[in-house]
């Protein structure tokens, strides 16, 4: 997909919804996305810079380069790579609710 200026927005969006995704960066408007900070705390200007920051949002974003000339980057994530955050997620919760449900089942044990 190249999503031009909605690019930021197609990997978030992918990216909270814990699914795969994939985008050809191209256009990289510095002066619309301004806001754009590499970790380094430097602005996005250049292409290079481009693909850094949406590389930087998370660490299993993938890079492949495409068999035809021009911008042919392709960054993804697959959908193995998305479970796993899913996994991750669901196992953190239900982590956290045996830790607030214990103290109630214990309660409600004991008074029966």
Known sequence: ???DEATDSVVDAALAARR???VVPCCVF???FQ???LHAGVGVVGYTGLLRYLREEDARIRAVRLP???RNLVLFMTSAEALVASQV???LLFGLLGLFASPFLKRTSASA
């Open 1 to 3: 997909m190249h999503p």
């Open 30 to 32: 510095p002066r619309l």
């Open 20 to 22: 795969p995704f994939a």
């Open 89 to 91: 997620l669901c196992g």
């Open 68 to 70: 035809f000339e021009g």
């Open 35 to 37: 806001e754009r900070r």
